[in-house]
């Protein structure tokens, strides 16, 4: 059996080689809505390789080893399965040249499926469409980071630049490191375990391609155990923070964000700002929720803070960074909306009752939920990083949509109803202040100060959106 797909590259055929060369490239080509964990990768593409994923079929688990076999730059290279769920697979990729600014990226897979006839019979139309949809995301995954890299090196030139990132392990942060290494840019992940660090990865796929990972240690409590190992780096993305919606606000729950928040970023700018050469820039999560309840009214960065938790949080974590404009970094927050991922955050939750035909208008259904594809909030956070001309608040929305709307349009492309609703006492009981907080105020968030520094979305409608990371474009 066999599998073709191709798609034009707006770039030269040696750096759609590289890109896929990378480290990072591998995370960055996994479909979101696929169940697969890279258990262990070598970083490398060349002959002799390893990748070992981790999925499950059938609600049983399976382990898939591939082996690369063939390396030969800048046409193609290609690996086997060792084992896996195939009874064989052979994935050749391939780089051919258009002109001197744009190559033809094709996949090629030969595969059988098991149990013979019967995997043939009752299993070739379901690997088809798997494949097709597979493919579909990482080719189109692969146009929009190259040429969100092509926007940055026209900013800041192609030299690789050194970026420090929190959170990496977080629903926005896994992406933003993989950006920043598949670009081409050197990553240093501030880990929370011991025994990472310092140690230190690379590609070893040749000069081109090569793109070391540092770790080194931070405790939000503690800091930076060797704040030495960032000085001089050209930017740090604060990601880290306890989950705004993990679980109810009791008491103890509010001084953990208080302290993840504000208390631990504030410990690790005073760090940063004693450095002999501080980060030429800090960019810094925060939240929409810093506006509140606004019902319909749209609202950009020159508007005030809600005088409630989540106002008087955000605006804290905001502050906490101040140690470091009085050294002359550049700062940057990024106030996220709702983040669209199906296997973490807001929508890993409503996808479920969605999918069991539950899914209704939470409350009124009539407040308005500012989101954001989880590729485009890691894409800004590097654009912020990265672009010199940015500064100060940038709301990480890219529209706004009714609750009731959100429901519908979910609803509808994985063709279920969206008829009953959730009554707004039912959820305060739940939830108590949280609800209100985060599942029934309205915020309608502008992007136009995003826009207008030049940033472009991948994803500009919520429907785009949602197909695109559930597999359904």
Partial sequence: MKFERSTELPVPQSSGFTYHARPGALARLVPPWEPVEIIRSTGSILPDSEVLLRTHILGKRVDWLARHVRFEPPTLFSDVQIYGPF????????????????CLLTDRIDYELPLGILGKLFGANI???????????????????LELGRSVENIVGDSPKTIAVSGCNGLVGKSVCSLITVLGHRLIRLDR???????????????????PITRTHWNPQKGLTHPKDVDGVDAVIHLAGKGIGDSRWTESVRRELISSRVDATRLLCEQLSQL???????????????????AES?????????????????????????????????????????????????????????????????????????????????SAFLWLALNPSCHGAYNLVASAETNRQFTRILASLIHRPSLLPAPSFALRIALGEMADSLLLASTKASNRKLIASGFRFRNTTLKDALSHSLGLA
């Fill in 87 to 102: 009874a064989s697979w052979l994935h050749t990729h391939q780089f051919s040249v258009v002109d001197s600014n744009r």
């Fill in 127 to 145: 690997a088809a469409r798997k494949l097709d949809a597979m493919f579909r995301f990482r080719h189109r995954q692969t146009v929009e980071d």
């Fill in 193 to 211: 375990s011991n025994d990472s660090a310092n140690s230190e990865q690379s590609g070893s796929d040749g000069p081109s391609t090569r793109t």
């Fill in 276 to 294: 002999r050469n501080p980060p030429k820039t800090f960019v810094s999560a925060s939240g929409v929720g810093i506006y509140g309840d606004t």
């Fill in 298 to 378: 749209i609202v950009d960065e020159g508007c005030g803070a809600a005088d409630d938790f989540l106002g008087k949080l955000a605006t804290d974590w905001e502050s906490a960074s101040s140690s470091l404009e009085d050294c002359g970094s550049r700062r940057c927050f990024g106030r996220l909306g709702i983040v669209l991922d199906p296997r973490s955050g807001a929508l890993s939750k409503l996808l479920p009752v969605v999918q069991w035909g539950l899914g209704g208008p939470l409350g009124s259904g009539k407040q308005y939920w500012s989101w954001i594809s989880k590729e485009d909030a890691a």
